[in-house]
């Protein structure tokens, strides 16, 4: 294996060069020549074409809209995603593993399912959407129709995320804080939380991420008017549909940005988490 | 240290705990658990939650589904775009599902068994699809494949239809579902480490018969999981499909896209009885996943991530 | 130390003593402890030793309110403790494996329990600073304020958490093996190090071991526990030189255990009387439990004594040991020779003098 010895460390187990090398071949075909793709197209339009139609107006309330409602659900699913890990990790009730599982759904259930599901809950016929509107609230077709979508969405990777952080918490930790004259309360803010932290911030990043993509959950409660309730997906496609490609190509370089900002943020929360405290 | 002197006791049978236990009031709570009130509202407020935000959802599909009865709920599938649909849907599964699988195997055994130069580049490449917009991942491919795409000319030249067509359904499926089994089996095969198989060796087996008989059965229900939500995943695509398939109906339909079709043009009924059998199949997955935890839930474990 | 304003209920700055009466504590249907009692003394720093599953953790948390006891009371200086909750018992708990709190520094561990006081009872921060210098400076620490426990050794971490218990200034101080997570030669100097701290410092304090060196090395007293009670209490010495139970005489220190039968009030081991210096008349006959320790044991080749053979011979270190297998039985008794003497040869007939040993019938 005279080609691969200063590249990989050698090993009697055999299929190394085999797996590699249609490992490689897969990634290659199926992500980086059309990724490689995207970023060509985007380069060849020009940092100042870009940026014009990224500053587009329409353009801009899209990403607006998907950001903000984004981070917002994110934001949203973070203490509820935290109480919901706590009571799975911590008690015991009855329907307890029916309700464990059931955290998986929105990854499990296509997403144009759930988009009707939500749209048909929400919209002033249905269970919800008819007792907002007795509040005079509307929710489909309007941003908090996308805002609660996105929060189904993205529950998940808090849950997920936090559950075996927080299922590996040393009880003697908080035996400590109690020996030490901390209440129950004082206890977990300030001895489980930290440990929590990161695990916290990276699920609030996935789900950040996942929630600024999303399409199928969304465009059937969005509305869809332009500068109003119109996301950054359906952008794309609507632009694609009218051949821009220079348009739909500036406005995915942007999402593509933000999503490998996320991911490169992820991954620095949870260095940093492995190097203070020796895991993540 | 003393000498002569000698320790004497008489007979040491088992004596009786002496003495009652003393009158206790009820059990206090320990240190590390809260009041049974404070538990009892939390456990409300979390179930009440989920109820609210994800079993109302997906108790809608099913009774939308039913809502005029199972009459209507059938006549759905009467219909042949629908047919059309659910079979293209299982078609690209099928295909889908064993190449992401071969992939997923692959990629498993190269980067938990072997120590290489690019190694975090390549699990980052893995992960990508995760953090991409579906509608991201079929514009790359309407970038590459349509006629003005990058290789639109060669693509044309060849006679073979992708974008619009089945092999650009299939490939943008596979864009966003080939993580799955791989990233189900690598933190398991990380942590079973190299032993097994090595040991296999040294008693002469061939690489093929040790993969067989020692590393696959090690992750078998891992490689199910996998399988199963990768599948789920696949069937249920729905942007990435949306931007490659053209709509086309009757050949490009998907089953997501089906129900889009169906919603749009307020046959809701039919839209949701569709849905429904998606919505089946999710719960199915997810009751298989509960069960393989909760049997196999070391078989399973180590860094389960989504 | 530095003035701190003391907890709500203050002591008058005498170490506690302790009194635990009639404790009983079940798990579920197996009882860890059964009915123990037990007084600590003002001050004594004492040994809770004996194998796992003795039930000298459970009585340990029991004391600390970490565990709530099914029977039984525990009494801080003559005041019924057993119905406060940890918080309330001002107790400092350092644990085997340290349970310091990674991402706070050291400076903020130590003062932890300073600062989640209300803020009635709670300390200037520059107070807190200064008796965080202070036990910093205590354990041989100094400057080490600003690190993090990922920093520090395993014996370092060991002496923060004691220092972070003794913060609060509890009444007691309760270790639960707080050198097992550390390798041999960090305990013994932690070790020293723990016995002239409690010397200066004066404080009541139970630690539990399964370590009977570091127990009978330490300890002003100690408890040997076995199954949920309390085998014996005493001095080191007492509990060496005068076991009370073959329980004891087995976990401490080294014993051969001989099956003897006792025939007229006199031992027999096999058809020969074992004549053991010092021994009271003997009320009972039947089989009984002969315990000898390998010290106890001289050897003869000719005279009056257990008759026995040489079957083993074993150098360790600047002693030799003689393995005897006596006439009558199967069991080899070790006698204890320094290692320039000359040894017999295996096979070699002596007799056996047995100067101290202890009988249990049965």
């Known amino acids: 294996m005279t080609l691969n010895a200063p590249f990989v460390k050698p090993s009697v187990l055999p299929g190394f060069r085999l797996t590699i090398i249609f490992t490689i071949l897969y990634l290659t075909a199926i992500v980086l020549l059309p990724l490689g793709a995207l970023l060509f197209r985007a380069s060849s339009l020009g940092v100042h074409e870009l940026v014009s139609l990224a500053l587009d107006g329409r353009t801009l309330s899209a990403l607006k809209l998907s950001f903000l409602t984004s981070l917002a659900a994110a934001a949203f699913n973070v203490p509820f995603g935290l109480l919901i890990a706590w009571v799975l990790v911590r008690y015991d009730f009855p329907g307890r593993r029916f309700f464990d599982a059931i955290i998986d759904l929105p990854f499990a259930l296509p997403t144009a399912v759930a988009g009707i599901a939500l749209t048909a809950l929400y919209a002033p016929k249905g269970w919800i959407g008819s007792i907002a509107a007795l509040f005079g609230l509307k929710i489909a077709f309007t941003p908090l129709g996308v805002f ?34 901390a209440g129950r309360l004082r206890t977990v803010a300030s001895v489980v939380l930290p440990v929590l932290s990161p695990a916290i911030l990276t699920g609030f990043a996935l789900a950040f991420a996942r929630a600024v993509g999303e399409y199928g959950s969304v465009i059937f409660i969005a509305g869809n008017i332009p500068y109003v309730s119109e996301i950054a997906p359906l952008l794309i496609v609507i632009k694609l549909e009218e051949f821009d490609y220079a348009g739909a190509t500036a406005v995915a370089a942007i999402m593509l940005l933000v999503s490998f900002g996320t991911l490169l943020l992820i991954n620095l929360i949870q260095a940093r988490a492995r190097a203070r405290y020796g895991h993540v | 240290m003393s000498d002569g002197s000698v320790a004497l006791a008489v007979s040491l049978e088992e004596t009786p705990a002496v003495g009652s236990v003393a009158a206790h009031p009820p059990r206090r709570r320990l240190p590390t658990e809260e009041a ?11 179930v009440g939650f989920l109820a609210l935000f994800l079993l ?32 293209l849907t299982l078609v690209v599964a099928v295909i889908a599902v064993p190449a992401n699988l071969v992939f997923g195997v692959a990629a498993a055994w190269a980067i938990a068994k072997f120590d290489f130069r690019g190694k975090a580049f390549l699990v980052t490449l893995i992960d990508l699809p995760f953090s991409v917009s579906p509608v991201v991942a079929g514009l790359v491919y309407v970038l590459l494949y349509a006629s003005h795409g990058i290789f639109g000319g060669l693509v044309q030249s060849t006679g073979i239809q992708i974008i619009f067509a089945l092999p650009g359904i299939i490939m943008a499926t596979i864009f966003v579902t080939f993580p799955f089994i791989a990233r189900e089996l690598i933190p398991l095969m990380e942590e079973l480490g190299n032993t097994d198989e090595e040991a296999a060796l040294t008693l002469g087996a061939s690489g093929w018969r ?10 078998k229900w891992a490689l199910l999981y996998g399988v199963l939500l990768c ?76 | 130390m530095p003035a701190i304003s003391p907890p709500a209920t203050a002591t008058d700055g005498v170490p506690m003593e302790l009194d635990i009466r009639n404790l009983t504590k079940t798990f579920g249907s197996t009882a860890a402890l059964h009915g123990v009692d037990l007084k600590v003394a003002s001050g004594e720093l004492l040994a809770l030793l004996g194998p796992s599953g003795s039930g000298k953790t459970t009585l340990l948390r029991c004391v600390a309110g970490l565990e709530i006891p099914s029977g039984g009371q525990i009494l801080f200086g003559g005041e019924d403790a057993s119905f406060k909750s940890v918080q309330e018992r001002q107790i400092g708990f350092v644990f085997q494996h340290y349970a310091l709190f990674k991402h706070l520094t050291i400076a903020d561990n130590i003062s932890y329990g300073l600062r989640v006081r209300p803020r009635r009872t709670r300390p200037t921060a520059t107070a807190i600073r200064d008796k965080v210098e202070e036990l910093l400076s205590l354990i041989q620490l100094p400057g080490y304020g600003g690190r993090y426990p990922s920093q520090l050794s395993g014996g370092q971490r060991q002496r923060v ?32 190090w723990l016995r002239e701290f409690h010397d200066r410092t004066g404080h009541t304090t139970l630690f539990v071991t399964h370590d009977q060196e570091e127990a009978l090395d330490l300890a002003d007293r100690v408890v040997v526990m076995s199954d949920g009670r309390i085998e014996q209490e005493g001095t080191p010495e007492d509990v060496y030189d005068r ?3 073959p329980f004891v005489f087995d976990f401490i220190g080294e014993s051969v255990r001989l099956d003897i039968r006792v025939d007229k009030g006199r031992p027999f081991v ?29 050897f003869r080749r000719d005279g009056e004594g257990l008759w026995a053979t040489v079957v083993s011979l074993h150098r360790s270190g600047s002693s030799r040991r003689i393995g005897f297998r006596a006439d009558g039985t199967d069991t080899v008794i070790e006698a204890l020779t320094p290692a320039d003497r000359e040894p017999p040869r295996i096979g070699d007939r002596a007799a056996l003098e047995i100067r101290a040993a202890g009988l249990f019938s049965g």
């Open chain 1, 148 to 181: 609660l979508a996105l929060v189904f969405v993205g529950l998940p990777f808090i849950v997920r995320t936090v559950q075996p952080v927080l299922a590996e918490v040393d009880r003697e930790l908080e035996e400590a804080a109690a020996t030490l004259g």
């Open chain 2, 56 to 87: 109302l959802p997906l108790i809608t599909v099913f009774m939308e589904a039913f809502r005029k009865g199972s009459g209507a709920f059938l006549q759905a599938f009467a219909d042949p775009a629908a047919l059309d649909a659910i079979l």
């Open chain 3, 161 to 192: 958490a004691l220092a972070r218990a003794l913060a609060v200034e509890p009444k007691i101080l309760l270790l639960d093996e707080p050198f097992g997570a550390l390798d041999a030669k960090v305990r013994k100097e932690l070790r020293l």
């Open chain 3, 270 to 298: 096999g058809q020969q009387e074992v004549s053991i210096p010092k021994l009271p008349p003997l009320l009972f006959d039947g089989p009984a439990k002969l315990y000898v320790r390998p010290e106890h044991v001289a």
């Open chain 2, 36 to 46: 049974p009130w404070v538990r009892r509202l939390l456990i409300g407020l979390a």
């Open chain 2, 231 to 306: 599948n789920a995943r696949a069937m249920g695509e729905f942007g990435a499909v949306s931007v490659v398939s053209g709509h086309i109906r009757g050949y490009t339909n998907t089953m997501p896209l089906h129900i889009e079709i169906l919603y749009n043009e307020y046959q809701f009924v039919a839209a949701f009885a569709v849905a429904s059998l998606l919505a089946a199949l999710a719960l199915v997955t997810l009751g298989i996943k509960s069960w393989l935890e909760h049997r196999y839930a070391g078989d399973l474990a180590a860094g389960h991530r989504h």
């Open chain 2, 210 to 219: 040790m993969f067989w008989t020692v590393t696959l059965p090690n992750v």
């Open chain 3, 243 to 245: 076991p009370a139970t």
